[in-house]
């Protein structure tokens, strides 16, 4: 028992004792008293006494065991398995989606979210074929696919969009009953515009993959080190395919392969670097006829069924959540843009209604701050924006806390002479007196709305720097000679 239970027993032992003795005292004068009158009558008050006190004795004993307990330590079961981290990462996207009020936006994003969720479901497993140009890509492809899937030719750019198509492979029954898709890239890295932009478009598809099979034909180039590590930094689940392997002698093979394999070793494990001959050249036989050997796939298929029987769910799984982390980004990136133009509005109408106050009926600087630069209402309206729900209390408290770090920082005495001066070169000199007041009362309004906003932001924390920090930016963000002389027109034309 720790030194504080000890203490606390020990008092309550004490004080115990004292109110026991103190009672029986009482107890006794009480029956004494009540005897001399009816014997009866006091040993039923006695009975009475002693069951009350006796129950008032068992209730301190069961509350104080709930005291003296050890406290339970809170736990929530977090999701562990793939697939569940998965779903519970696209549910929360969801949720995110749903609150962007672009119907534009949030119908794109949503149709993207739903396409994740059935891929969930229907397990459907994509791979993705990526490389240089002319490195046998479509060959490959046509060789698992079974049959001419595309134009197969030396020339660079000669699949000029992706194409995907649906595959069988032997196996289990559980890689029977799930889709395969096999989609064929255009080439990275190609010369020309167009080039370009097909190497775009093969990287967004690659990002999609369960499963990338990357294509070389020759010892890995730098041009194709670095794409290649760019998609190992993705996370994606790579094969390394040493394709036309067949243009090589036996030793010179194992020796690329080696040089590959070392090269790469930090990037993927020497097992996932396969070699194949998707399409052989053409061999003359002793009398004359030509012959097209068979394609030469079968330790790269055997690796792909090995991986479908045992990680395609977690692979499918470990996609859905990149993909809907991405999704996440996106969809926080236009709540952000639209909070902040929600955001502006509120500041922008506070700004004018305090100014307009202030300028009808002029008030010392304090008073100044106190009613218009930091306005609670406006606290709690920029809450809202930011799903914060602020007490008027909390919104008082913060209001107040702001006001006194901008007077510590003479941000009021700098807005209103910075200001004066400005209107004095805007407007005549009696009409920029008035307009001094309510525009510097705007403008402090501005800059506590903005200081407000980073706040709420920031989850609610000032950041390192704390409240005088972020005031202070902020200051200095809205003295820029465009923003202010945009100010003051507005003020003129609003306050005149």
């Known amino acids: 028992m720790r030194r504080p239970y000890v203490l606390l027993s020990a008092i309550a032992v004490l004080f115990f004792l004292v109110i026991l003795l ?63 981290v998965a779903a519970v990462s696209l549910q929360a996207t969801q949720q995110q989606v749903s609150q962007i009020k672009d119907e534009i936006a949030r119908q794109a994003l949503e149709v993207r979210s739903q396409a994740l969720s059935q891929r969930m479901v229907q397990q459907t497993f994509q791979i993705v074929v990526f490389g240089l140009g002319s490195t046998g890509k479509t060959a490959l492809v046509n060789a698992m696919v079974g049959e001419m899937a595309g ?42 515009v167009f080039g370009e932009a097909r190497a775009q478009e093969a990287k967004a598809l690659a ?37 036309k392997c067949d243009r090589y002698l036996s030793a010179e093979k194992e020796q690329i392969l080696q040089r590959i394999r070392e090269r790469t070793q930090h990037l993927i494990n020497p097992e996932e670097v396969i070699a194949t001959s998707a399409l052989p050249a053409t061999v003359q036989l002793a009398d004359g006829t030509w012959v097209q050997p068979d394609p030469d796939i079968a330790s790269l298929v055997d690796r792909i069924t090995t991986l479908l029987q045992q990680e395609s769910s ?22 952000s843009a639209q909070r902040q133009q929600q955001a502006e509005a509120i500041i922008d109408r506070y700004q004018w209604i305090g100014a307009g106050v202030l300028a009808a009926t002029p008030l010392p600087v304090v008073d100044m701050l106190a009613t218009a630069a930091v306005n609670a209402q406006m606290v709690i309206e920029l809450g809202r924006v930011y799903g914060v729900e602020v007490s008027i209390e909390e919104a008082k408290a913060l209001a107040v806390s702001l006001a006194k770090t901008m007077a510590g920082l003479s941000v009021a005495k700098g807005a209103m002479k910075m200001l004066a001066v400005g209107l004095q070169v805007n407007v005549a000199t009696a009409v920029a007196s008035k307009l001094v007041q309510g525009a510097s009362a705007a403008y402090l309004t501005r800059i506590a709305g903005k200081s407000f906003v980073t706040y709420f932001q920031e989850n609610q924390d000032w950041g390192d720097g704390g409240i005088q920090s972020v005031v202070a930016q902020q200051y200095q963000l809205n003295r820029r000679d465009e923003f202010v002389k945009q100010f003051l027109r507005s003020a003129v034309e609003k306050l005149a």
Do not use: C
């Open 22 to 84: 103190s009672a029986a005292g009482s107890l006794a004068q009480l029956y004494g008293a009540i005897a001399a009158i009816s014997p009866l009558l006091a040993q039923i008050a006695l009975a009475i006494v002693l069951v009350a006190l006796v129950g008032a004795l068992i209730v301190l004993f069961r509350f104080g065991l709930l005291f003296f307990r050890p406290k339970r330590k809170r736990t929530s079961t977090l999701p562990t398995k793939p697939d569940e």
């Open 207 to 243: 990002a999609k993959a369960d499963l990338l099979l990357f294509v070389i034909d020759n010892d890995l180039h730098r041009a194709e080190y670095e794409p290649l590590q760019m998609l190992m930094g993705m996370g994606k689940r790579s094969l390394l395919v040493f394709n």
């Open 151 to 192: 134009e197969v030719a030396a020339t660079i750019g000669t699949t000029q969009g992706e194409k995907t198509y649906r595959i069988v492979l032997e196996g289990s029954n559980s890689i029977a009953e799930r889709d395969i898709l096999i989609t064929d890239t255009p080439g990275l890295l190609e010369a020309g």
């Open 314 to 335: 977690a692979l499918i799984a470990s996609n859905v959540l990149l993909q809907s982390q991405q999704l996440s980004e996106a969809a926080q990136n236009l709540l």
